[in-house]
């Protein structure tokens, strides 16, 4: 399972997603994020639909790597669906089984909430595929700077914020290493009851927290061996330039995101 979480990886590239600014990718997955949303109806989501799978054909990404990064997520989609059908009264009556019931809403509520779920990963997981941690940062300062005038660390916060999105991958990998480390001395991490796992849970937690302390120290010391001293004073070798095409995407993104609020309008 640990395999299966894509979050924070980069799949270099040669599609039209990968060579869009990155300033304007993260301004788009904003506007994904607002359009999926925007209404309370399946017919909503099939607007937020067809943008994402428009954008997963153009980034050019294998459809497995969408399927792993969903994969994680799907005990916590069950719960959702179970909790929504059994706790939904209102509607038609479909089943009961003395105070359990489901309803016709319910079943809609829980479909709904899956499939925007599941939009939601698949569509900013984009984002994170097709742009480098290095990019990232620079767009991420980018879009602060204007906080620069209230002396406000930009450079600094978005330096930390990629770092951690690049360090997920490693910390998934550190984490499936001691965990086939530990079963392979017997540890039953994976059997037993809830709490007998829960505890078995030490054993892998107590060397990671010490292997992410080690790497981090090994990443303050690499840092201050380049002469690293925060963005004061720092040149880019990349020079971020917008095109044509970023405000083409810019503005399909734009015209989805009025279809999906007139479509939840014309659904009230």
Known sequence: MLRDITIGQYF??????????????????????VMLFTGDSLLCLVVGAVYTVMAILLSR???????????????????????????????????????FKITD????????????????????????????????????????????????????LAMMMSIALRFIPTLIEETDKIMSAQKARGAEIDTGSFMNRARNLISILVPLFISSFRRADELATAMECRCYNGGEGRTRLRQLKSS?????????TVMFLAAAIIVAQMTK
């Open 12 to 33: 270099p590239g040669n599609s039209v997603i990968h060579k869009l600014d990155p300033r304007f990718k993260i301004i788009i997955t904003i506007l994904y994020i």
């Open 61 to 99: 990404i294998k459809l497995k790597m969408f399927v792993k990064s969903v994969k994680p997520i799907i005990p916590f989609l069950v719960i959702t669906a179970v909790i929504n059908l059994l706790l939904v009264n209102s509607g038609e009556v479909l089943w009961r089984w003395k105070f």
């Open 105 to 156: 809403e319910g079943i809609n509520i829980s479909l709904f909430m899956i499939i925007r779920i599941v939009l939601l990963i698949a569509g900013t997981s984009i984002l994170t595929y097709t742009t480098s941690p290095i990019t990232l940062t620079d767009a991420i300062e980018r879009l602060l700077s204007p906080l620069k005038k209230l002396h406000f660390p930009v450079h600094e």
């Open 244 to 252: 044509a095409r970023d405000y083409i995407a810019l503005a399909v």
